[in-house]
């Protein structure tokens, strides 16, 4: 027998194997429920839409460098506090940090539950905001619209239509 015939190849990605399709399901209608992405949050933001307030959770060195326009600065630290000063029960609150290395948004989101709000984080946080190239403001003011990252977003600027 040849050394090509004893080599097989095993999938790395079925060493574990997928859940069922029902396990599937329902694993992944818990994460939107959980979450929501860049592009929906722009989406509702640009349209008026009602019912979310985003709420950027990092410090003040953060906000300043720059924010999502219209949202709410409650760094997570000071949640308790000043949230039920500021934000009402009856919106979905939409967290942010920095972005998918930083836990800050689920942290924030976390104080949020504990409060008794309804609550999603936004994942990608404001690095994915800025990749996809929607704007953001500053002590500045709002910087118009950037190209967005074309390896991370679609170069068109409309939203990734997922």
């Not at 990605?13 to 992944?28: G, S």
């Not at 349209?47 to 953060?62: E, F, K, L, M, W």
């Not at 930083?102 to 976390?110: D, E, H, K, P, Q």
């Not at 990608?124 to 967005?148: L, Q």
Request: glycine letters at 10%.
């Amino acid at each position: 027998m040849s050394a090509a015939a004893e080599f097989v190849i095993e999938s790395a990605v079925n060493t574990v194997p997928a859940a069922t399709p029902e396990a599937a399901a329902a694993h992944y209608a818990a994460r939107l429920a959980f979450e929501a992405d860049v592009s929906d949050v722009h989406t509702d933001l640009a349209s008026g839409a009602p019912g979310i307030v985003v709420v950027d959770s990092r410090r003040q060195v953060g906000w300043d460098q720059a924010h999502i326009p219209g949202a709410v600065h409650i760094p997570t630290a000071r949640i308790a506090e000043l949230a039920p000063q500021l934000i009402g029960k009856d919106v979905t609150v939409v967290t942010y940090c920095w972005g998918p290395g930083c836990n800050g948004a689920t942290r924030a989101a976390l104080e949020f539950a504990r409060l008794g709000y309804s609550v999603k984080e936004m994942i990608g946080g404001i690095e994915y905001w800025i990749r996809e190239g929607f704007e953001v403001e500053d002590g500045a003011g709002v910087r118009t619209r950037t190209a967005p990252d074309a390896l991370t977003a679609p170069v068109s600027g409309v939203s990734c239509a997922c």
